[in-house]
C-alpha cells in the first residue's frame, strides 16, 4: 500500500490549504483515516481523524475550528481543509489509515494500519 499526499504549499499566514489523501488499491473506507505532521526536530503528532462511518471526527486542539478532515468513500480519498494558517502549522504531512473502531472518542494513541507517504510539506509565513 502507498500512501499518497499532495495539496501542500507556502501560504501567508490566515491562508488556507487543501490536501489529499489516496492509497490507490488499498480500500480506505474500511479504515477510520488521520492526518498527522511532523515539524523539524519535533515528533510527529496528530492532528486530526474521522471515523470509519465519516460521523465523527477528532482534532488537536492547535487545530480545532480551524481545520476540517473529510472523507470520500466513492472515490477512496480523504481530505484535510485548513483555514486561517499560523506559523506553528508549518510541517510535513502525513496521511494514514488507523483501526476501524478508532476516533471515536480521541485522536490520541491511534494505530496506525499503513506505511508512511512521502508526505506533502505546508509552510506557512508570517
Known amino acids: 500500500v502507498e500512501m499518497m499526499e499532495s495539496g501542500g504549499g507556502s501560504v501567508q499566514a490566515g491562508g488556507s490549504l487543501n490536501l489529499s489523501c489516496t492509497a490507490p488499491g488499498f480500500p480506505l473506507d474500511d479504515y477510520a483515516l488521520a492526518w498527522y505532521r511532523q515539524a523539524p526536530g519535533k515528533e510527529r503528532e496528530e492532528v486530526s481523524c474521522?471515523?470509519?462511518?465519516?460521523?465523527?471526527?477528532q482534532h488537536d486542539d492547535s487545530v480545532k475550528g480551524r481545520f476540517t478532515i473529510s472523507r470520500d468513500n466513492g472515490k477512496n480519498m480523504f481530505y484535510l481543509h485548513m483555514t486561517s494558517l499560523k506559523p506553528e502549522d508549518s510541517a510535513m504531512y502525513y496521511c494514514?489509515?488507523?483501526?476501524?473502531?478508532?476516533?471515536?472518542?480521541?485522536?490520541?494513541?491511534?494505530?496506525?494500519?499503513?506505511?508512511w507517504g512521502q508526505g506533502t510539506q505546508v509552510t506557512v509565513s508570517s
Open positions: 494514514a489509515a488507523v483501526t476501524r473502531s478508532e476516533c471515536k472518542t480521541t485522536i490520541r494513541n491511534l494505530h496506525v494500519m499503513t506505511p
Open positions: 474521522i471515523s470509519f462511518t465519516g460521523k465523527i471526527t
